[in-house]
Every structure is written in C-alpha cells, then in structure tokens.
C-alpha cells in the first residue's frame, strides 16, 4: 500500500522533448507538492497545490506545467527539456498547508542528454 | 534564500556512538521538522517539533530547539549501521516548507 506513488522512477531522454511525471497519493491528503533535487541534494519546492487550488509557483520556468485532475493525483508536465533539467523530482503530500508532516514519494530521476 | 542549514554537512562516526546534527534558520517560525533520507528514496518524516516546546524524543531521536538562537538540533543515540542517510530540517515559509542543505551521516559497523 504505497501512500505516494511516482512514475516513472528513471527518465532519460533528450534536449528539446517533452515529458511527464505522474503522482498519487491515498492518504486523503489535501495538499501535494512538486520538489526538485539537485546534485547536492539541495531540496527546492516547485509547486503546491492544496484541493486542486494552485498555492505556490515558486519561480519555475513555465516550460514546467503542473496539473492536478484531482486531489488524490498531481502530474508534472515538461516541455522542450533542457540540461538543466536533470535532477531527481520528488512529489509529496500532507493533509494541510505547512502545519504538517510530509509525505513523499520515492522519486523520478530525470536524466536529460 | 535558504531558511534552514544543517551542520556539519558531513559526519563519519562508529556504530554505538551518538551523532549531532545542528539545523539554524533565519525566520520565526510556528514549527520545525527534521526528515532522513536514505540514498536513491524519498524523504522520511522523523519528529516535528512546534515553537513552544524546547525537547522531543521519539525512540532514539531527540530534537531541541532553541528559538532564541534560532537553531535545532537532531540527536541520534546509539547510531546503527542503518542510520547512515542524509537529514534534512525542514521550517516554514509562506505556504511551504523550506528545507536545509542536509546532514551526511555516515554509521561505520
């Protein structure tokens, strides 16, 4: 019984293409977010979305597109990717905003050649 | 910029012993949360601890915080092989968390 779920958990693919990364949860969680992790293992938030409401952008090119169809799923979609991009993405989930414990999903390896 | 940053940003140490890891941040906060992470997973919750309360313990895990140094601390006691992992603080912004740059912990057997 995975709490959160991710797919794919590797992605290797060239500059220029687009590609998406799915998520769920089955904890009944309002709030999901989008984190990247950098080589240093420097954890950014990307995007939270509480009750399908986006919150927070946090300065993310808009090559990035997030979608949530409902409050159990929050995808990432990624147009004309490029080097920069490679990094692992973590999708994680907690029931409020801010006030509680997270819960993350294994992770998406991003390898952009 | 960061809230969080953990220190040290490596530490090396023998089964049995205790490992220390140090978190300061910038901001008032309302809590604070530290996380592991073992390589190649995701991150785990280990203890939340809110601004009125100065200890918590949870199995081998004791957390401090001191908000008028603005700085935690993660004490691990009687470190395992299975300890060795990345930690992470994690403290609030507007609307998210905002984690540190994280603790190496490496457990020698």
């Known amino acids: 019984d995975t709490a959160v779920s991710q797919t794919p958990k590797y992605l290797v693919t060239q500059m220029g293409n687009d590609k998406s990364i799915k998520c769920e949860q089955n904890l009944g969680h309002d709030t999901m977010y989008w984190y990247k992790q950098d080589s240093k293992k420097f954890l950014k938030i990307m995007f939270s979305y509480n009750n399908k409401e986006l919150i927070i952008n946090e300065t993310v090119p808009n090559r990035f597109s997030p979608k949530s169809p409902d409050k159990a799923h929050l995808n990432l979609h990624i147009n004309s990717l490029e080097l920069g991009d490679s990094a692992v993405y973590f999708c994680?989930?907690?029931?409020?905003?801010?006030?509680?414990?997270?819960?993350f999903g294994p992770g998406t390896r991003l390898t952009v050649l | 910029s960061q809230q969080g940053e953990e220190d040290p940003q490596a530490l090396s140490i023998q089964e049995g012993e205790n490992a220390t890891m140090n978190c300061s941040y910038k901001t008032s906060i309302n809590n604070l949360q530290w996380y592991r992470q073992n390589s190649g997973r995701g991150l785990v919750h280990l203890i939340l601890i809110r601004s009125n309360e100065r200890e918590k313990h949870s199995g081998r895990l004791r957390v401090t915080l001191d908000t008028s140094k603005k700085s935690s601390s993660l004490l691990i006691t009687a470190s395992r092989a299975a300890d060795t992992a990345s930690y992470f603080c994690?403290?609030?912004?507007?609307?998210?968390?905002?984690f540190g740059t994280g603790t190496r912990l490496k457990v020698l057997a």
């Open positions: 994680a989930s907690s029931q409020g905003l801010v006030r509680d414990e997270q819960f």
């Open positions: 994690a403290t609030e912004g507007t609307y998210k968390y905002i």
